[in-house]
C-alpha cells in the first residue's frame, strides 16, 4: 500500500469501482496515482486517458512528491531499455525502482 499525503487522496487515490476497472472510466474517480513516476493527477473525463498532473493535494493542500518521470526515462536509458519499444521491467512499472517512499 503506498502512503498519501491525508486519508482523503489515500481514500480517492486508491479508488477501487465494482462497475468499472479502469479509473478512466469510472465517472467518480478523480486522482490517479501513477507509482512508477509518483506523480498524481486529476482525471480528465473526456473519453481519453488523460489526466492533469498536480503539485499539492486537493484536500490538505500538502505538497506531494516531485515526479519522477525524467529520472525514470534516464534510468531506462542508463540500462539500455528503450520504454518505447522493449519490454520495461515490472520494478518499473510499479515504483519499485525508486526505493521506499518518501514520508
Same mark, same amino acid.
Given at each position: /500500500?503506498?502512503? #498519501?499525503?491525508? $486519508? &482523503? /487522496?489515500?481514500? #480517492? $487515490?486508491?479508488?477501487?469501482? *465494482? %462497475? +468499472?476497472?479502469?479509473?478512466? *472510466?469510472?465517472?467518480?474517480? %478523480?486522482? =490517479?496515482?501513477?507509482?512508477? #513516476?509518483?506523480?498524481?493527477?486529476?482525471?480528465? +473525463?473526456?473519453?481519453?486517458?488523460? &489526466?492533469?498532473?498536480?503539485?499539492?493535494?486537493?484536500?490538505?493542500?500538502?505538497?506531494?512528491?516531485?515526479? @519522477? =518521470?525524467?529520472?525514470?526515462?534516464?534510468? %531506462?536509458?542508463?540500462?539500455?531499455?528503450?520504454?518505447?519499444?522493449?519490454?520495461?521491467? $515490472?520494478?518499473?512499472?510499479?515504483?519499485?525502482? %525508486?526505493?521506499? @517512499?518518501?514520508?
Amino acid at each position: /500500500m503506498t502512503d #498519501h499525503c491525508c $486519508a &482523503a /487522496m489515500t481514500a #480517492h $487515490a486508491g479508488r477501487s469501482c *465494482d %462497475l +468499472h476497472a479502469d479509473p478512466f *472510466d469510472c465517472p467518480d474517480a %478523480l486522482v =490517479r496515482f501513477d507509482p512508477a #513516476h509518483r506523480e498524481y493527477g486529476l482525471i480528465v +473525463h473526456d473519453g481519453g486517458r488523460s &489526466a492533469i498532473t498536480i503539485a499539492f493535494c486537493p484536500w490538505c493542500g500538502r505538497a506531494l512528491p516531485e515526479s @519522477q =518521470r525524467d529520472r525514470w526515462f534516464e534510468e %531506462l536509458e542508463r540500462l539500455g531499455i528503450d520504454p518505447w519499444t522493449d519490454d520495461v521491467p $515490472a520494478e518499473f512499472e510499479d515504483g519499485r525502482w %525508486l526505493g521506499p @517512499q518518501p514520508r
